[in-house]
């Protein structure tokens, strides 16, 4: 059996600058810009990778030979949401209300010791905040 180990989420976004703005403002994501070079599927196209909660995710632009669709309505089939530990669910949520996030969810108590909120993103995504 190989050994799999995490390497990135991809994101998808029809404005990847914008989707970024909002992590590094919503929850202090660190960013790299750069522009992909020639001979790639985005030459010429702003490039976004960010480290959010110790993981790579990349932002990629709409592309460029295939439709894109909007994002499935929540609760949905396949990669839902994702995942940020937080020491105290209500205090993250107050203060991300306080930079104009939208809560979607909560915060609500799902079962004894776990605590959590929901918070919608750009292009549908959504990034669940955790309190155990």
Do not use: W
Not at 13 to 38: C, K, L, N, Q
Not at 66 to 93: K, S, W
């Amino acid at each position: 059996m190989h050994d799999y180990c995490y390497d990135h989420v991809h994101l998808r976004s029809t404005d990847p600058d914008a989707t970024a703005r909002f992590f590094e403002t919503m929850f202090g994501a660190e960013v790299t810009r750069s522009v992909y070079p020639p001979g790639t599927l985005y030459p010429g196209q702003q490039r976004i990778a960010m480290r959010l909660g110790g993981q790579t995710v990349l932002i990629a632009p709409p592309h460029p030979h295939e439709p894109n669709e909007p994002a499935p309505r929540f609760p949905h089939y396949g990669l839902e949401h994702i995942g940020l530990t937080v020491d105290d669910v209500d205090a993250a949520v107050e203060e991300l209300r306080a930079k104009g996030a939208e809560i979607a969810v909560g915060p609500l108590t799902r079962n004894p010791g776990l605590r959590l909120a929901f918070i919608r993103g750009p292009e549908g995504v959504m990034i669940e905040l955790v309190q155990r």
